[in-house]
């Protein structure tokens, strides 16, 4: 579904992603991880259309999006869920929503609009209780679920997801790795950075490693779990130490 070939991308003169390929399938969970600074964000914007100073072929079903604008790119099938939420705080939970879905309306989906909020609302219950209440008044945790659902509310054929665990309490943690799974089971196709690996590796079918700018690692999950030295060597964390 989704293809990066050979991508290079810069901030100025910064030399951020360097000679970076990876693939994502349809239906996969694939979670990129790495420390702060690896380029994890950097590759997932690129995606999306946000850095256009870059070289090498991104290619979604086959088509090459690179150069295409962001609105251009989720009319396509390609949404991301940013770090740090991004929520429009004086808008109302409902409207946030709404939000997500400005450019169906001009292909007529009122009604799979409608239907896909209903979707949501059982997702987060939470939010059609606070549905009428300014955004900016949620808590950490329901603002991530806004910020996922505003996401969904485009109908995307490839979520992008961007650190969704960030400053929450751990029960939240847990409520929103069981909601990634969930969208799995809805057939979901997803592409996961989280700074959480434990997390991502439970719920992910394969994994890439980025360090400096490039992918110095790719596994299926489970493997990159299950080893201890891989663990230790790229992610600077002990066996014990990643699993709590």
């Given at each position: 579904?989704?293809?990066?070939?050979?991508?290079?991308?810069?901030?100025?003169?910064?030399?951020?992603?360097?000679?970076?390929?990876?693939?994502?399938?349809?239906?996969?969970?694939?979670?990129?991880?790495?420390?702060?600074?690896a380029?994890?964000?950097?590759?997932?914007?690129?995606?999306?259309?946000?850095?256009?100073?870059?070289?090498?072929?991104?290619?979604?079903?086959?088509?090459k999006?690179?150069?295409l604008?962001?609105?251009?790119i989720?009319?396509?099938?390609?949404?991301?869920?940013?770090?740090?939420?991004?929520?429009?705080?004086?808008?109302?939970v409902?409207?946030?929503?709404?939000?997500?879905?400005?450019?169906?309306?001009?292909?007529?989906?009122?009604?799979?609009?409608?239907?896909?909020?209903?979707?949501?609302?059982?997702?987060?219950?939470?939010?059609?209780?606070?549905?009428?209440?300014?955004?900016?008044?949620?808590?950490?945790?329901e603002?991530?679920m806004?910020?996922?659902?505003?996401?969904?509310?485009?109908?995307?054929k490839?979520?992008?997801?961007?650190?969704?665990?960030?400053?929450?309490?751990?029960?939240?943690?847990?409520?929103i790795?069981?909601?990634?799974?969930?969208?799995?089971?809805?057939?979901?196709?997803?592409?996961?950075?989280?700074?959480?690996?434990?997390?991502?590796?439970?719920?992910?079918?394969?994994?890439?490693?980025?360090?400096?700018?490039?992918?110095?690692?790719?596994?299926?999950?489970?493997?990159?779990?299950?080893n201890?030295?891989?663990?230790?060597?790229?992610?600077?964390?002990?066996?014990?130490?990643?699993?709590?």
């Amino acid at each position: 579904m989704l293809r990066l070939k050979s991508i290079n991308a810069y901030y100025d003169q910064a030399h951020v992603l360097k000679n970076v390929s990876l693939h994502v399938s349809p239906k996969e969970i694939v979670a990129l991880l790495g420390a702060n600074g690896a380029g994890k964000s950097t590759l997932l914007n690129l995606v999306s259309g946000l850095v256009k100073k870059m070289d090498g072929e991104v290619l979604f079903e086959k088509e090459k999006i690179a150069r295409l604008g962001p609105h251009k790119i989720v009319r396509r099938g390609i949404s991301q869920v940013p770090e740090g939420r991004q929520i429009f705080n004086p808008l109302t939970v409902l409207d946030n929503l709404k939000l997500g879905s400005y450019h169906r309306f001009s292909r007529g989906e009122k009604k799979t609009i409608a239907r896909d909020l209903d979707n949501i609302f059982s997702l987060f219950p939470i939010l059609h209780e606070r549905r009428h209440m300014p955004a900016g008044n949620l808590s950490g945790g329901e603002a991530q679920m806004l910020s996922i659902g505003r996401a969904l509310m485009s109908s995307p054929k490839l979520l992008l997801m961007d650190e969704p665990s960030m400053g929450l309490a751990p029960k939240i943690v847990n409520e929103i790795m069981k909601v990634i799974n969930k969208l799995r089971d809805w057939g979901a196709t997803i592409l996961l950075v989280e700074q959480n690996a434990a997390k991502a590796l439970k719920i992910a079918d394969r994994a890439y490693v980025m360090e400096t700018g490039k992918v110095v690692l790719q596994e299926d999950a489970s493997t990159l779990l299950g080893n201890p030295e891989i663990v230790r060597a790229y992610l600077g964390k002990s066996k014990k130490e990643i699993w709590e």
